[in-house]
């Protein structure tokens, strides 16, 4: 595949994505045909612009802050100094894994209360775990001689992680990044139901009243930016294909 | 990593110090005069008195000494401690039930103290269980005695723990909730076991099916949940309006019905890909020794193939119902019922008790599922348990 096509996938995706988000107002006839007995057929307590823009705002701050404490933290437990954490960490990070999506969102809101920063603190931890995970087994992986013939030629510890581990690594640990991001999408959705406005209002408020042609809009801008963002993680240059 | 080292153990002496910091800063409980009102924190001072609190520390003194010098005795020793602390967690509860608590109305939460303890307590036993090198069910045998302390404080002294009030209140709709998710789960995973497997066989002689197959399953997963239930409502209530067998079963656009076909097309990646490649793994050397002893394609893969391939097949099992569980709470957004209804019923009403009373058990099947389908799979694994 050449260099410019592989990117013709995902760029359709997003325009795919940005043409319903701006045009879902001139889609009034097929929303109409869809829940033909409501007065109101396009969801307006907010633009999708905007829902849109909160969104992406609060699974990228997340995802940010994730990949900084996940990465961070495994790097820290696979040197020497902090080996002694090794075993904890990586249980607790499989461990973690079986936590439902909901069930750590849903605990944050006691703690926190509502608003979008129980979301974004439940979708960091949540999101931590599979970066953790990956960035761990990545590190781990990397073939005993390589490091040895690294330290052979003098390496220091911060040229070997920087110039040799994390670049083995990295397909690995983008890969954790990818299936963080796309779970948290799919949980910052959830959120709309503990007071953060987002791309999950309209499905909410569509169940809610019983109008499903709010639920379409939901689902549909969602399901893009899912599709669009996965598809934009599956052709970075360093990730293996599936 | 069962070296016998001299230094002192860093991870537990952490975690000692940091829980010991959570236990005597934070809230420990709180108590509310009724259920819509918010509480008022307590910390241990303010419960026992400065002197009783000083004296709660020491056994998270003597914890630090057993990590300060970690011999086999002394962890073994730190092990009892931890057990004994965490069984000592309800109790706390019921004792600040007892003094604290004198309206009828009034409501004991837990506050995040007791929590952040709790997690740094278990975080504590399974880095002990690690390196006593403990084996996975005596790891999980130490957690009865703080069940069996958490029980008998419940029915003794814990009336007005507001979690317990939330739970007595719905006793019978909590147990229905139970079932509904459990067979909601079971159903889903059972109906894409079936199909997985049919699938994973199909691909394997079709390699045109593989392809389509897998991209089509990869692209179903990352629709979110919420988005796959909320289109499955349109065509599921126009089937239902138009097609009288189908209304008749109870299919309509709310309820188990997108449900289920949701929760059974997020299973079938997880079961479809496990299936294919536990299949395909399979030593061709082996192989071709059954076929070397005369056995016929249909043995070769009934006693041969199929038994070398289950570990990896319920380890398929394993992930697919750990998120099918998780799921199911989405599902009652649109009515499916389950768990996932006290959660969202609570958050409508800002009672976090009652998000709690969803949340936990969630959380708790969860890890049980994951813990006994685990155990299985190390049974099963050529050559026995670990």
């Known amino acids: 595949m050449s260099k410019g096509r592989r990117w013709v996938v995902p760029l359709g995706w997003l325009a795919l994505l940005l043409v319903a988000t701006f045009g879902m107002g001139q889609l009034e006839g097929v929303f109409r045909w869809i829940e033909a007995d409501s007065r109101q057929v396009i969801y307006a307590r907010a633009d999708f612009v905007t829902l849109l823009g909160r969104h992406l705002l609060v699974v990228s701050v997340a995802a940010v802050l994730a990949i900084l404490l996940g990465v961070g933290a495994a790097i820290a437990a696979t040197r020497d100094w902090g080996r002694d954490f090794l075993p904890l960490v990586s249980q607790l990070a499989s461990i973690g894994q079986t936590f439902p999506p909901v069930a750590v969102l849903a605990l944050a809101v006691p703690v926190l209360g509502f608003g979008t920063l129980p979301i974004i603190v439940a979708l960091l931890l949540y999101g931590l775990l599979p970066i953790v995970r990956n960035t761990l087994a990545g590190l781990e992986g990397i073939d005993p001689g390589v490091m040895e013939a690294a330290r052979g030629m003098g390496m220091s510890g911060g040229q070997i992680l920087r110039q040799v581990e994390l670049p083995l690594a990295a397909p690995v640990i983008l890969a954790g990044i990818r299936t963080s991001v796309t779970i948290n999408i799919a949980t910052a959705a959830i959120g709309a139901t503990v007071g953060a406005s987002n791309l999950g209002d309209p499905i909410i408020s569509g169940i809610v009243n019983g109008n499903t042609a709010y639920v379409v809009q939901g689902a549909l801008l969602i399901g893009l930016l899912a599709v669009s963002v996965d598809s934009l993680f599956s052709r970075l240059p360093l990730a293996g294909s599936r | ?386």
């Open chain 2, 1 to 386: 990593m069962r070296l016998e080292k001299s230094g002192p153990n860093v991870v537990l002496l952490s975690l000692t110090l940091v829980a010991l910091a959570a236990w005597l800063g934070l809230d420990t409980v709180s108590v509310a005069a009724n259920r819509i009102v918010p509480g008022t924190g307590y910390r241990v001072d303010e419960v026992i008195g400065a002197g009783g609190a000083l004296a709660t520390a020491l056994p998270w003194l003597a914890l630090a000494g057993f990590a300060w010098r970690p011999a086999r005795r002394h962890l073994l020793l730190a092990l009892v401690l931890v057990v004994l602390m965490l069984s000592a967690l309800p109790a706390w509860l019921a004792l600040s039930a007892v003094t604290l608590v004198d309206a009828p109305q009034a409501r004991l939460g837990i506050g995040a103290g007791i929590w952040g303890v709790l997690f740094l307590l278990l975080l504590a036993l399974i880095e002990l269980r690690t390196r006593l090198v403990l084996s996975r069910l005596l790891g999980w045998a130490l957690l009865l005695p703080p069940l069996a302390s958490a029980a008998l404080c419940l029915a003794r002294w814990l009336e007005p723990l507001a979690l317990w009030q939330e739970y007595r209140g719905r006793s019978g709709q909590f147990l229905g909730a139970v079932g509904e998710h459990l067979l909601l789960v079971g159903v889903a995973v059972g109906a894409s076991l079936v199909l997985g497997v049919g699938l994973a066989l199909a691909m394997r002689r079709w390699p045109g099916v593989q392809k389509a197959g897998f991209g089509m399953l990869n692209f179903l997963q990352t629709i979110p949940s919420i988005a796959l239930f909320g289109l499955l409502l349109a065509p599921l209530a126009w089937l239902s309006a138009n097609v009288d067998w189908l209304s008749a079963l109870g299919v309509s656009g709310i309820g188990w019905a997108p449900a289920l076909l949701a929760l059974v097309g997020y299973s079938l990646l997880p079961m479809v890909r496990n299936t294919f490649v536990a299949l395909e793994a399979v030593n061709p050397g082996v192989i071709d020794a059954a076929r070397g002893m005369g056995m016929s394609r249909g043995q070769v893969f009934r006693q041969v193939r199929l038994p070398l391939a289950l570990p990896v097949i319920l380890e398929g099992i394993r992930i697919t119902t750990v998120q099918a569980i998780g799921l199911t709470a989405v599902a009652a957004l649109i009515g499916a019922g389950g768990l996932g209804t006290f959660i969202f019923q609570g958050l409508g009403q800002a009672a976090m008790d009652l998000v709690l009373l969803g949340a936990l058990p969630i959380l708790l099947l969860a890890l049980l599922v994951d813990a006994l389908l685990g155990a299985l799979t190390d049974i099963l694994r050529p050559g026995g348990a670990e």
